[in-house]
């Protein structure tokens, strides 16, 4: 059997990490290797983390400390570590339930690659309240996932995303040389970037948490979605491309030659003056994955927020 590593942060999660780590031991997967960083957690995370450790009987069970910079710093870390060794890479929060059959259906859609070509998978979400009761459902993505989506939206949360060993190796690769906004939209920019696939799942494989703690929220009411719109009147959303951007010249050495393209188009877009800048945004071929989307990428380009 080849073997997946979980990689799991963790920060002050004991609220709710006994029924995290209980879904991953539910997996259908046998082989599956734990390693926590812990951000310097001040609750009972470590003694709950400590009495897995004890127990788990799927393969290793790694604790250690964190780079206490956040959330973004915490995966980076864990995805440069070069102790870390296995076959396929999944990220993990401390406060989701993973359906059990999550990872052996990830494992499934990445054999189908060949050996060497970069690939990750991700799927929807169930959304619960923080008692467990389901909220709501991810949207569903029906376009082609691709770099030119990846520059202007992230595909999936990470909290369902699976690598293979060549995906990973490109994160880590990358990830040496700069920080990233989220290790989700991170991985998708890279992976499909490189020339890789992304497989996106329909099917719910993770049921995603919300409650006052959330470092990032989710995106299944009108709520949430007045919420982006602020942000990006604000000029947060701009503020992250221009991070997406960085790291990406940075590691423009790993991407295939269309993405290069791309990502020069995109970047004049953004410097150009009205009406060329709405030119060089369509010429570039961006898009996100829904008509409101689309719209709201054009807005944000016209009042100088992508």
């Given at each position: 059997?080849?073997?997946?590593?979980?990689?799991?942060?963790?920060?002050?999660?004991?609220?709710?990490?006994?029924?995290?780590?209980?879904?991953?031991?539910?997996?259908?997967?046998?082989?599956?290797?734990?390693?926590?960083?812990?951000?310097?957690?001040?609750?009972?995370?470590?003694?709950?983390?400590?009495?897995?450790?004890?127990?788990?009987?799927?393969?290793?069970?790694?604790?250690?400390?964190?780079?206490?910079?956040?959330f973004a710093e915490n995966f980076r870390s864990l995805i440069v570590d070069p102790a870390i060794d296995a076959d396929y890479y999944a990220f993990c929060d401390q406060d989701d339930i993973w359906e059990p059959q999550k990872l052996e259906i990830a494992v499934s859609h990445l054999d189908r690659v060949a050996a060497g070509s970069?690939?990750?998978?991700?799927?929807?979400?169930?959304?619960?309240?923080?008692?467990?009761?389901?909220?709501?459902?991810?949207?569903?993505?029906?376009?082609?996932?691709?770099?030119?989506?990846?520059?202007?939206?992230?595909?999936?949360?990470?909290?369902?995303?699976?690598?293979?060993?060549?995906?990973?190796?490109?994160?880590?690769?990358?990830?040496?040389?700069?920080?990233?906004?989220?290790?989700?939209?991170?991985?998708?920019?890279?992976?499909?970037?490189?020339?890789?696939?992304?497989?996106?799942?329909?099917?719910?494989?993770?049921?995603?948490?919300?409650?006052?703690?959330?470092?990032?929220?989710?995106?299944?009411?009108?709520?949430?979605?007045?919420?982006?719109?602020?942000?990006?009147?604000?000029?947060?959303?701009?503020?992250?491309?221009?991070?997406?951007?960085?790291?990406?010249?940075?590691?423009?050495?790993?991407?295939?030659?269309?993405?290069?393209?791309?990502?020069?188009?995109?970047?004049?877009?953004?410097?150009?003056?009205?009406?060329?800048?709405?030119?060089?945004?369509?010429?570039?071929?961006?898009?996100?994955?829904?008509?409101?989307?689309?719209?709201?990428?054009?807005?944000?380009?016209?009042?100088?927020?992508?």
């Amino acid at each position: 059997m080849r073997r997946v590593a979980v990689l799991m942060a963790t920060y002050n999660g004991a609220a709710y990490l006994e029924e995290q780590l209980g879904s991953l031991l539910s997996q259908s997967y046998r082989w599956i290797d734990v390693v926590v960083s812990d951000d310097g957690s001040e609750d009972g995370t470590l003694n709950i983390l400590q009495e897995w450790k004890e127990k788990w009987d799927k393969g290793r069970f790694i604790v250690r400390s964190g780079p206490r910079l956040g959330f973004a710093e915490n995966f980076r870390s864990l995805i440069v570590d070069p102790a870390i060794d296995a076959d396929y890479y999944a990220f993990c929060d401390q406060d989701d339930i993973w359906e059990p059959q999550k990872l052996e259906i990830a494992v499934s859609h990445l054999d189908r690659v060949a050996a060497g070509s970069t690939a990750l998978f991700c799927s929807r979400t169930l959304t619960i309240t923080e008692d467990g009761k389901i909220a709501g459902m991810s949207p569903l993505f029906s376009k082609e996932p691709s770099f030119r989506n990846a520059l202007v939206q992230s595909l999936a949360g990470g909290n369902t995303m699976v690598l293979n060993r060549a995906a990973q190796s490109i994160m880590k690769r990358a990830s040496q040389r700069s920080g990233f906004v989220s290790h989700d939209w991170w991985a998708y920019l890279l992976v499909s970037g490189t020339g890789g696939q992304v497989f996106y799942c329909p099917r719910p494989l993770v049921r995603y948490r919300q409650h006052g703690s959330n470092q990032v929220g989710a995106n299944t009411s009108w709520q949430a979605r007045r919420s982006r719109l602020k942000r990006m009147i604000r000029g947060q959303f701009r503020q992250w491309s221009d991070e997406n951007l960085a790291g990406l010249e940075v590691n423009a050495d790993l991407l295939a030659p269309d993405a290069m393209q791309t990502l020069v188009c995109f970047r004049e877009a953004r410097k150009a003056a009205l009406p060329r800048r709405l030119f060089d945004l369509s010429r570039s071929g961006v898009y996100r994955q829904t008509w409101s989307g689309n719209v709201g990428l054009y807005v944000a380009a016209m009042i100088r927020r992508l």
